[in-house]
């Protein structure tokens, strides 16, 4: 039987597998010198996508997601969990 806890850990498997490939792609783009001039934004872009995709995975390993999204490494993370989290509790009284 597939328990919660082994679907979140296959999401964050997931997502580091994304993240490599992500930063497999970025790291490729970055030998071209042109399109790092004409691309940079994207180029950061991607490695933010990066970013966020590692510190979803954390959260969704951790033992207690709740604190593992107030933790979280990006505010945006942070921020957009801490509101959902503070409306399903606004729900729940």
Do not use: F, K, P, Y
Not at 22 to 28: I, K, P
Not at 57 to 86: C, F, K, P, Q, Y
């Amino acid at each position: 039987m597939i328990v919660q806890g082994d679907i979140l850990a296959m999401l964050a498997d997931e997502l580091d597998a994304a993240r490599d490939q992500l930063e497999g792609l970025g790291a490729s783009l970055m030998c071209d010198d042109a399109v790092v001039r004409r691309h940079m934004t994207e180029l950061q872009a991607l490695d933010h996508i990066g970013q966020r995709c590692m510190a979803i995975a954390a959260i969704l390993r951790s033992e207690d997601l709740h604190r593992a999204t107030s933790g979280a490494s990006l505010e945006s993370i942070t921020g957009r969990l801490t509101a959902l989290v503070e409306a399903l509790a606004n729900r729940a009284h």
